[in-house]
């Protein structure tokens, strides 16, 4: 009989839940059977991964986010006492879980509720340190906290000063827990295509970030005569697929869609999400960040990256056009890889 695995990641954007999917394969390769967990956009996006699998429900932490990057952190801030009622909800859950489909083991990332004392439990994140500015040591305290119940952290980058994630990776003080580094996570493989499109304008995250930047992107494409490829990142029931002038734009993109149009696009512009970076890394791609206001990770991210020369950005207010023509000066991704050894890592179950 089959040992079953609950993954459970993060609706936060779809970046957790992406890189999940590689973990997934991997498990179904190695004759476990992956049992999935999660809320909203990335439950359904996975949903669509994988439909022949069996998916439950958790709780969702319903955060809500700012139009303003000021206002973004204290927004947060005020919601930590719901979002820690969200982490006791989705314990209580997995609980359940774990008794009614006899699951063998707990795979989260970056759900701190989603652990179990009664079988082996893995926490995947790239957060060793987390940045929250003036309260990082503090952030990180709580968060190691949390990553004391599960029995191993998988880190999904290289060990070292080769990562892809600068300090974000890096935590030597954090003992009694016994940390894996996985390599990086990417359910994409590069590929020899002719290139297609001109630019490829790839969307993540959450509301209302998301929409302001597709809108702000869209206004200043218009009237562009290169060829644009434009995905939002709206994970929905139906894909839809949409012509204005040079740009063709889709809501959004299964894994082999989006594999071979990264692969066939000369420029991404994108945030500068974790996920993201791992995926356009192991492409080898160029690319420009626009990272999420307020969001300490992925502005510490686009700045660690600009500063290796490896890819050029920008905060939101200041994008324009002609910030692409920063490009050229910059090295692009190196493709890397990276093959990671499942039968040892998942020895646990």
């Known amino acids: 009989m089959k040992k079953r695995i609950l993954v459970a990641p993060l609706n936060w954007g779809i970046g957790h839940a992406t890189r999940c999917i590689p973990i997934i394969n991997g498990l179904l390769a190695h004759n476990f059977e992956p049992i999935i967990g999660s809320d909203g956009e990335a439950l359904c996006l996975l949903k669509k991964e994988f439909s022949d699998l069996i998916f439950v429900d958790l709780p969702s932490y319903n955060i809500r986010y700012s139009k303003t990057k ?67 040591k503090l952030s990180t305290k709580l968060h190691d906290i949390y990553l004391k119940k599960f029995d191993e952290c998988w880190v999904p980058d290289f060990k070292g000063e080769a990562n892809l994630g600068g300090k974000l990776s890096r935590n030597k003080k954090n003992k009694g827990l016994k940390m894996k580094y996985i390599g990086p996570l990417s359910r994409l493989n590069k590929t020899k295509s002719k290139l297609k499109y001109d630019i490829m304008v790839l969307l993540s995250g959450p509301e209302p970030q998301r929409g302001l930047l597709e809108t702000q992107l869209l206004n200043q494409f218009t009237s562009s005569k290169q060829n644009i490829l434009f995905v939002k990142g709206k994970v929905e029931q139906q894909q839809q697929i949409e012509k204005r002038g040079t740009i063709t734009i889709y809501n959004f993109m299964r894994t082999k869609e989006l594999q071979y149009a990264i692969n066939e696009s000369n420029l991404i512009i994108s945030r500068s999400g974790y996920t993201t970076i791992m995926d356009l890394a192991k492409l080898g791609k160029h690319a420009f960040f626009i990272p999420t206001p307020g969001q300490s990770e992925q502005e510490y991210l686009a700045k660690y990256l600009d500063k290796k020369n490896s890819v050029p950005s920008c905060n939101q207010k200041e994008f324009n056009l002609q910030q692409l023509e920063r490009v050229t000066n910059y090295s692009g991704f190196k493709t890397f890889e990276n093959e990671i050894d499942f039968k040892t890592l998942f020895s646990l179950f």
Do not use: C
């Open 70 to 136: 000021r206002a973004f952190k204290w927004l947060l801030f005020l919601q930590l006492p719901k979002i820690n009622k969200a982490i006791n909800a989705e314990h209580k859950a997995v609980k359940k879980i774990v008794h009614d489909y006899a699951i063998d083991a707990v795979i989260s990332d970056n759900r701190m509720g989603v652990y179990s004392k009664k079988v082996p439990s893995v926490f995947i994140t790239h957060q060793l340190n987390v940045l929250s500015g003036m309260t990082t």
